[in-house]
């Protein structure tokens, strides 16, 4: 019985890790198609969006066969738990890259909008958080999951930046205004990729510790009446 629950246990790990390399590519690629212009690569983007959904589907099936199969407890059921929230956080990592690659091939058919350049900064960012996010589920890693957590608050406020300047360019150039909120789009998606990192790091501390961390770090302020998406 061991064995067939540590081997079902490495098949896990390999399909979740499987995902997550391909949302972190689709994520670089989508990135790449606004960067290049590229309505090809943008498309390829939005069609490989199907493969995560289908390895989505199967990760959740693996996970409830081991919970009904093995009824595992402690670590082992620990890591099935975070496994199943890591899995509907990657695949709305996909879903956003695929949104932002839509909207890339949408704005390669318009005038070039030099805003677009800003995104180079919260890209990295973003990309740098998903990628430590899955290293850290690889390596256990609770202090580089503690450095993706650190890191979305810079996101949150370069965001907040790139929508002050879109806002004061469409008051500049009212005639762009479907452009520009196709920017403000894909800023919306960068950050909220970033909140999809953000709880796969926070898993990893769950996985390791056992301790759930998430919202310990909001603070309550009364006087802001700001919903989160």
Not at 88 to 96: A, T
Request: aromatic share 4%; with cysteine.
């Amino acid at each position: 019985m061991l064995h067939y629950w540590q081997r079902e246990i490495e098949n896990l790990k390999k399909l979740i890790l499987s995902l997550g390399a391909i949302v972190e590519e689709q994520i670089q690629r989508a990135m790449l198609s606004l960067e290049r212009r590229d309505t090809a690569l943008a498309d390829e983007v939005i069609s490989r969006d199907r493969e995560v959904d289908s390895l989505e589907i199967l990760i959740e099936e693996e996970c409830l066969k081991i919970l009904a199969l093995y009824q595992p407890v402690a670590k082992e059921l620990r890591f099935v738990v975070a496994v199943l929230k890591m899995n509907n956080d990657l695949e709305r990592m996909g879903d956003l890259a695929a949104n932002i690659a839509k909207r890339a091939r949408y704005l390669s058919k318009k005038e070039k909008i030099d805003l677009i350049i800003e995104f180079n900064d919260v890209s990295d960012k973003v990309q740098s958080m998903v990628k430590k996010s899955l290293d850290a589920l690889v390596n256990t890693d609770v202090a580089l999951a503690r450095e993706v957590l650190a890191a979305d608050d810079e996101v949150d406020k370069l965001t907040k930046t790139t929508l002050k300047r879109t806002i004061n360019a469409i008051e500049k150039d009212p005639e762009r205004t479907k452009e520009y909120f196709s920017v403000r789009s894909i800023s919306k998606n960068l950050e909220r990729i970033a909140d999809s990192a953000t709880n796969i790091a926070e898993d990893v501390v769950y996985l390791c510790s056992g301790e759930i961390i998430r919202h310990q770090s909001e603070d309550f302020n009364p006087e802001d009446n700001t919903e989160k998406s």
